[in-house]
């Protein structure tokens, strides 16, 4: 799980560091005539994918103490914000689409889509991992002293929420 988080972290660190070659070098940013980013709604949702992680910090230590239903019961929660965080992305993209901000408007749009894109398909593979663990725990496959897969979902899920505020802060914010 280490060697994939390094991986992760050079990709991620890759994108950000085009990004940021590409906005700063760019005389305005964001261009004339284009919509701007959801920044209230996108905090907010900020918040639903920060509050995942804290959720999933329930769970381990639910399981390191012996408490199934409490695994499960806060697995479930995790996976449910995780869904709602990219219900929300999915909105706003669909709203910016609407907008007139898509992939082909420009150096903008493509790396907006990209940058935050990319996030939300690792999002989205953490959901269904997330999915997948829920339902072995539900099973009762996870004993106290037994958990490595849900541990590394958990750790991979931190990476992805941690990720989160570092891309809000330079795409929506700087």
């Known amino acids: 799980m280490l060697m994939l988080l390094g991986?992760?972290?050079?990709?991620?660190?890759?994108?950000?560091?085009?990004?940021?070659?590409?906005?700063?070098?760019?005389?305005?940013?964001?261009?004339?005539?284009?919509?701007?980013?959801?920044?209230?709604?996108?905090?907010?949702?900020?918040?639903?994918?920060?509050?995942?992680?804290?959720?999933?910090?329930?769970a381990v230590r639910a399981i390191r103490r012996g408490d199934q239903r409490g695994l499960v019961a806060w697995l479930g929660r995790t996976a449910l914000l995780g869904a709602l965080f990219l219900t929300v992305q999915?909105?706003?993209w669909v709203r910016l689409v609407r907008f007139g901000l898509t992939v082909a408007s420009g150096v903008y749009g493509a790396t907006f889509?990209?940058?935050?894109?990319?996030h939300g398909a690792h999002v989205?593979?953490?959901?269904g991992w997330l999915t997948l663990v829920l339902a072995a725990a539900a099973r009762g496959r996870y004993t106290r002293h037994s958990h490595v897969s849900l541990s590394s979902c958990a750790m991979y899920w931190h990476f992805v929420v941690a990720l989160w505020p570092i891309l809000y802060l330079l795409v929506y914010i700087a």
């Open 113 to 118: 889509y990209t940058l935050i894109g990319v």
């Open 7 to 58: 991986g992760e972290t050079v990709f991620f660190g890759g994108l950000v560091a085009a990004f940021l070659q590409l906005r700063l070098s760019a005389d305005v940013w964001p261009p004339p005539f284009q919509p701007r980013l959801p920044v209230g709604l996108t905090a907010v949702n900020t918040l639903v994918l920060l509050l995942s992680s804290y959720t999933l910090v329930r």
């Open 124 to 127: 989205l593979g953490a959901v």
């Open 90 to 92: 999915g909105v706003e």
